[in-house]
């Protein structure tokens, strides 16, 4: 009467097993991801005040800094097209240089005389999780992260 074979017996184990261990690992991907998201946006954002500030320090001090918000945000100084992340705002940007920093950032001593210099920085910018949403009471996905101040500073071409 029981002449079930060994694989028999056993037909149903994996698809249990299956099902107590796809929630863990749909966890695990989409946390994966969403991390990888916000580090891409982390890093366009670093690529972005190092661009502003690049077109910058080609500029004359106190000049082109409306043009440097929109490079940073738009990618072009027109202020045209998408912005580059999502939520980004031109008013998020800031600029300092020899006219509105002169205490920090006019006539810095080097070892080989005195520079300009020049920050650019993006700050309060917000990454928001594609992947959000609540399974029996627990949230899932990555909050909402707030990025500190990103900046870049370079030397002023004199």
């Given at each position: 009467m029981n002449n079930l074979t060994k694989r028999q017996k056993?037909?149903?184990?994996?698809?249990?097993?299956?099902?107590?261990?796809?929630?863990?690992?749909?966890?695990?991907?989409?946390?994966?991801?969403e991390f990888g998201r916000a580090m891409y946006q982390y890093n366009t954002l670093v690529k972005l005040?190092?661009?502003?500030?690049?077109?910058?320090?080609?500029?004359?001090?106190?000049?082109?800094?409306?043009?440097?918000?929109?490079l940073a945000v738009y990618g072009n100084?027109?202020?045209?097209?998408?912005?580059?992340?999502?939520?980004?705002?031109?008013?998020?940007?800031t600029e300092c240089d020899a006219s509105n920093c002169p205490g920090t950032h006019s006539a810095v001593a080097t070892?080989?005389?005195a520079v300009?210099?020049?920050?650019v920085t993006i700050s309060g910018y917000q990454f928001q999780s594609l992947v959000s949403f609540?399974?029996?009471?627990?949230?899932?996905?990555?909050?909402?992260?707030?990025?500190?101040?990103?900046?870049t500073t370079m030397r002023q071409i004199l």
């Amino acid at each position: 009467m029981n002449n079930l074979t060994k694989r028999q017996k056993q037909g149903g184990a994996a698809a249990v097993e299956f099902a107590l261990l796809i929630i863990p690992m749909l966890v695990m991907v989409f946390g994966i991801t969403e991390f990888g998201r916000a580090m891409y946006q982390y890093n366009t954002l670093v690529k972005l005040t190092r661009d502003a500030t690049r077109y910058l320090t080609t500029q004359a001090a106190g000049a082109g800094i409306a043009a440097a918000q929109c490079l940073a945000v738009y990618g072009n100084s027109a202020c045209t097209g998408p912005t580059l992340l999502p939520g980004l705002t031109t008013a998020m940007v800031t600029e300092c240089d020899a006219s509105n920093c002169p205490g920090t950032h006019s006539a810095v001593a080097t070892g080989a005389g005195a520079v300009n210099l020049v920050t650019v920085t993006i700050s309060g910018y917000q990454f928001q999780s594609l992947v959000s949403f609540t399974i029996a009471g627990f949230d899932v996905g990555l909050p909402n992260i707030t990025f500190g101040g990103v900046s870049t500073t370079m030397r002023q071409i004199l």
